[in-house]
């Protein structure tokens, strides 16, 4: 016979002996050696990193302080390419497109995910997350190449809504007050698809209990949603801030094959991306082009570390 202790202190049997074994006391804290294997596995993508993102970002650096024969040029090439009249429009192009995109992945990936999560069928709910999945399987200029016969009324699948809005060819579509909403558009349906599914899988983590209690004191669907699984969710919704707002700074493929299918009606150079593409190989001023990068990402550093201290993407629970 064991009798259990009366406040965590060690087993003891019926003649009053102190059990042996580790059963009935504190499990010891194990202590967890690195081994080889963990650099291993580690390496490739430090590797990676190193050749493809450090060491660009430093050159990068390099030549935007100097000109073209190798001399230390100051701020002269970021003062060349703020002056330059296609800056500004760039900067704004890209500003205008990313509030559009941030805003309607914050309502509609967190709307659909409570919306999925909320459904108690499962195969519905399976259906519903791969049927949000799979335009993310079609890669940036796939989905692009899709869009134009989208967006052309001639042979658009939607081409009575596109005549319902006053579009009858495919120049009026793209006028390049429209593209920052279409960009938007593109840019949500390619990838709020895999947020919905990292979204979901937060929502998956949040206590049953908590939820029950909730219910147990009458809240209703909407109160649970803003009271307690948004504020569970903030964490994630700043890393998908942090991430879709380095993805959108870097607005290339779509404005790129949309002028080449236009005949230049939209600009080639309609973003950044664009005008560091035409500074290094239509200029080949790789100098200011650098200038340009080294903008864009002092600019989105600044605005993620607004996501991560907002959002306390690093704080403790």
Known sequence: MTLAPPSGGPAVDASGRRRSGRSGGRPPRRAFARTPIGYLFVSPYALLTLAFGIVPSLYAVLLAFTDADGGFAGLDNFTKVVGDFRFWPAVSHVTVYLVIWLLGLLVFVVGLALVVHAVSVRWLSTTLRFVYYLPGALAGASSVLLWLFVLDPTASPVSGLLG???????????????????????????????????????????????????????????????????????????????????????????????????????????????????????????????????????VALLLSWVFVTRGGLFEKE
């Open 164 to 298: 319902a809005m006053g579009f009858d060819s495919f120049v009026q579509v793209i006028q390049p007050g429209h593209l920052p909403v279409i960009f938007a558009i593109i840019a949500f349906w390619t990838g709020a698809g895999g947020w919905i599914l990292i979204m979901y899988g937060a929502l998956n983590n949040i206590s049953t209990e908590v939820i029950e209690a909730a219910r147990i004191d009458g809240a209703n669907a909407v109160q649970i949603a803003f009271r307690i699984q948004l504020p569970m969710l903030r964490k994630w919704v700043a890393y998908m801030g942090v991430m879709s707002l380095a993805a959108g700074t870097q607005l290339f493929v779509e404005p790129q094959l949309l002028s080449q299918a236009s005949n230049a009606v939209v600009p080639n150079d309609y973003s950044l991306n664009q005008l560091a593409y035409q500074y290094a190989f239509q200029q080949n001023d790789f100098n200011g082009a650098a200038a340009i990068s080294l903008i864009l990402l002092v």
